[in-house]
């Protein structure tokens, strides 16, 4: 499990996208928030994983200020009356001890809580009259369930995405951690929803990879080289295997320092 601590460099960023658009980047989102951020920090070897650009749910009110100055209403106004009515009221019991008396019943009160529905917020109401007319917030406004913010776009092969950033542990090893993140994302994709599809645009393993294959070819070409520079020079096999037996285990006494 992971730690909590990070590193200040990036391992990888995943792509999570909708290649169909059949999701748009609001969805994408919050699907990545619920299922798979917390499992990718429960990872082996992750420090930490994080969303770019988070695009939570929000409800956005558009006011249309037309339709503000034709009933003198401010900004302020609309913000004030959604504050006071959508909010979350203490409910209670009628005829509940101590109440004085034999009461035959008790009565629980129930309230409505925070709206949760576009719908909903257009009922609120900025100003009544004493005749019953009201005027409510779907006159001036529209209502829609959008995003928190608009700050941030991405895309993928021209698909909304929606890029997670992976954190190393200090001193994990990072070819090991790649590895487990891939097992875990391969496991979490099982359970995607039809449409959506993940990717590793950035990973810097791979440059770790290509050094480490690289190493290896020099150190075989470095063995190679000593055993034709010996066996030119002594003519002998016996003397070959001395050097043969020693370079291996220089390089790895020098590879374990490194």
Do not use: C
């Amino acid at each position: 499990m992971s730690a909590g601590t990070s590193t200040t460099s990036t391992l990888e960023i995943l792509a999570l996208s909708s290649p169909d658009r059949r999701y748009d980047v609001t969805y994408i989102s919050n699907y990545a928030l619920i299922n798979i951020v917390d499992e990718l920090k429960r990872t082996r070897g992750v420090g930490n994983a994080a969303l770019f650009g988070a695009a939570d749910y929000s409800m956005r009110i558009w006011l249309r200020p037309d339709k503000l100055a034709q009933y003198g209403m401010t900004p302020s106004d609309v913000a004030a009356a959604i504050r006071e009515q959508n909010n979350q009221f203490a409910a209670g019991r009628f005829g509940e001890e101590p109440m004085p008396g034999d009461q035959a019943f008790t009565y629980t009160a129930t309230t409505e809580g925070r709206f949760a529905d576009p719908s909903e917020f257009e009922q609120v109401i900025l100003r009544s009259d004493r005749n019953g007319g009201a005027l409510r917030l779907k006159d001036v406004a529209r209502v829609e369930l959008g995003s928190l913010n608009y700050a941030t776009v991405s895309t993928l092969n021209g698909a909304p995405t929606v890029p997670i950033g992976v954190y190393l542990q200090p001193g994990a090893n990072a070819l090991a951690v790649a590895a487990e993140v891939k097992a875990t994302m391969d496991r979490l994709s099982r359970r995607f929803p039809g449409g959506l599809h993940y990717d590793v645009p950035f990973d810097t393993t791979r440059a770790i990879a290509v050094s480490i294959h690289a190493v290896i070819a020099t150190f075989i070409e470095a063995i190679a080289l000593v055993i034709a520079v010996v066996l030119l020079f002594l003519q002998n096999w016996r003397a070959t295997l001395i050097p043969i037996l020693a370079v291996p285990v220089s390089g790895h006494r020098h590879l374990r320092r490194h």
